[in-house]
């Protein structure tokens, strides 16, 4: 018995994750536009370290546009379980972009930290633009998080957290431009290399998740037990073996043996193992099945 079960309606789903991504879109074009400008007239590189980094989040909102478009298309020929790690590329994608990212802001502040009799004194709108950012990322990240968790998707639940690195980074980069604008300038390229830092982190984490996933990754041991308990409880099944589980973008692709009365017929059989199969990709009330 092979059960195909996903979270959400996948309608639904996908008018969701276009709609965060455009709002993000729309947030990171203007913050990034401020960040930089006004970063490099107020020479923080902390903050155009931040402003590259809501550069990276419209490219990620753009893979993620890509991957929900493609994502949500039916089996055809070519892919006969659908195209749900459209989703899984997209973020081994997204994490490969942010490691780059990390590693260039590190590389530059770095630069800076052997330089720093070069470094001009940071200007106060450095610290209001970075206040600002912090804000609006921590509620683009809400939003974001809110959305992602309704129609649970997990490519959707990352791209919120990377809105939720930026309030961070932001944060750091808010504390950086304090300490320079109080006559400490180390602090500001010090800011720039804890946001790489984390852009990086994050980068790799995402990477390797979607790794996991593209290699196969079975269920946690949780869902394991639930899918198992569900087919166990199935009227006139008396027991499950040589249950498997893999990652399907954000379903899952379940194989199972059930045990059934050897007396009775071939469609009685039928029905008990139509009935399990009901029973363990419908928890939520959403499923597909192949």
Known sequence: MSTFSGDAHGGEKHAVARKSTLVSIVLNVVLATFQIVVGTIAHSQALIADGIHSISDLISDFVVLVANRHSGAMPDADHNYGHSRYETVASLFLGGILIAVGIGMLWRAGDRLVHLEDIPPVHFSALIVAVTVLVSKEALFRYMLREAQRVRSAMLV?????????????????IGIVGSLAGVRLLDPIAAAIVGFMVARMGWTFGYDALQDLSDRALDETDTAEIRALLAATPGVRDVHDLRTRKMGDSALVDAHILVDPMISVSEGHYIAETARARACCPTGACWMR
């Open 158 to 174: 990352a791209n919120a957290w990377h809105a939720r690195s930026d309030a961070a980074s932001s944060l750091v980069v808010a």
